[in-house]
């Protein structure tokens, strides 16, 4: 059975079936492709109206309220999310780099600048496709061609978009005579996500392979990424933007970037600023992944038990609000055979997905 935002979807198909055109938009379409552009449709993971440009994740008055460094980073798409309904048998994309950076030294420009599309088997569950690979900042290129037969008139895709890279336009292309429709928003209220670098998606090796973007297709619920890299310190100015969202639960996970005196200091305030302005809404504090090589430095060992323990103090400090404070501990975030990390402190592939199964699960409990 199709969710509601899928079916309308379908009866926007049947609508272009009808006669309607399929939309065009900026740029010059190739003699055999149709192109749409996405800037205009219900994007998941962007959570604000009024922005500078079309894929920033923080409005624009947040540009004279948060840090430079956290304003820079919210230019990133990372998180968004382009859900549609084709029946098209082959799809294409083309869309502008904001950096020309594509990639880091660590994190391969598939991750980075890439754009990684999923689609929905007969079974209802979302499964990989492509991925981009970008080689510049003006990025063409065919994603899949022989797709197979769509059930019911249609097939539902998810494009994940770039990471750590901004987008100034994309577009989708397919063949002419086939047929696209973006999915309508989601009815359930989503989960937000404060965080780190390892929110943001480092080092996952494509978009959809970041623990948010894993966390939503566990739980097929709309997932906003607020991870700035090195700069999540639960800061008021932040927090004033992100208790804007109407949210099903805030999930906190800062510690990486805070010493364990910001921590002590700034949690409990964080999670009242967002309580008082979310009441129905939960939050999930979670504690820092340990360093995949934490077990032989000692130092960082010790770090890691004093940002524990000084978030655990702030959650008892929050215990006439248990019911809607959840707790999720660090040590094996990564799992416990020291090899969920790409350089010790951000996940690869896997310890994404050991991070997200965690989260979900404490998610699940939350949202019940």
């Known amino acids: 059975m199709h969710s509601p935002s899928v079916r309308t979807a379908l009866c926007a198909l049947a609508a272009l079936a009808a006669g309607a055109a399929t939309p065009s938009l900026r740029g010059q379409a190739t003699p055999t492709l149709n192109w749409v552009d996405v800037a205009d449709w219900p994007l998941e ?85 492509a991925v981009s690979r970008p080689s510049k900042q003006e990025v063409t290129q065919r994603l899949c061609a022989d797709i197979a037969a769509p059930p019911n008139g249609g097939r539902e895709f998810v494009l994940y978009l770039p990471l750590y890279n901004g987008v100034e336009q994309l577009e989708i292309g397919v063949p002419e005579g086939a047929r696209i429709a973006p999915t309508g928003a989601r009815a359930a209220k989503p989960v937000v996500v404060y965080g780190t670098s390892i929110a943001h998606g480092a080092c996952a090796s494509r978009p959809g392979m970041a623990w948010p973007a894993i966390v939503g297709r566990i739980l097929d619920r709309e997932v906003i990424n607020l991870g700035f890299s090195g700069n999540g310190r639960m800061e008021e100015a932040v927090g004033a933007y992100v208790a804007t969202i109407d949210a099903a639960v805030f999930v906190v996970d800062c510690l990486p970037n805070m010493s364990a005196d910001q921590v002590r200091q700034r949690t409990a305030p964080l999670v009242r600023q967002l309580r008082d302005a979310r009441p129905d809404a939960h939050v999930l504090l979670v504690e820092d992944r340990a360093f ?55 996940p690869n592939d896997l310890g994404m997905m050991r991070q997200a199964r965690a989260v979900a699960a404490a998610l699940e409990k939350a949202l019940r």
């Open 45 to 129: 993971g962007r959570a604000f109206e009024k922005k500078a440009a079309p894929f920033d994740r923080l409005p624009a008055a947040a540009r004279a309220k948060v840090r430079q460094a956290v304003w820079r980073l919210s230019r990133h798409s990372a998180g968004m999310a382009a859900r549609f309904v084709t029946d098209a048998r082959e799809i294409h994309v083309r869309y502008r780099l904001t950096q020309p950076a594509l990639s880091m030294y660590h994190m391969p420009a598939t991750g980075v600048s890439g754009v990684d599309l999923y689609a929905r088997d007969d079974a209802g569950q979302l499964k990989w496709v």
């Open 292 to 346: 995949t090589n934490a077990w032989i430095h000692p130092p960082r060992a010790r770090a890691h038990a004093r940002r524990r323990a000084a978030l655990r103090a702030a959650y008892g400090e929050l215990q006439s609000d248990h019911a809607y404070v959840h707790y999720l501990e660090g040590e094996h975030l990564l799992g416990s055979d020291a090899e969920g990390a790409t350089d010790g402190s951000h």
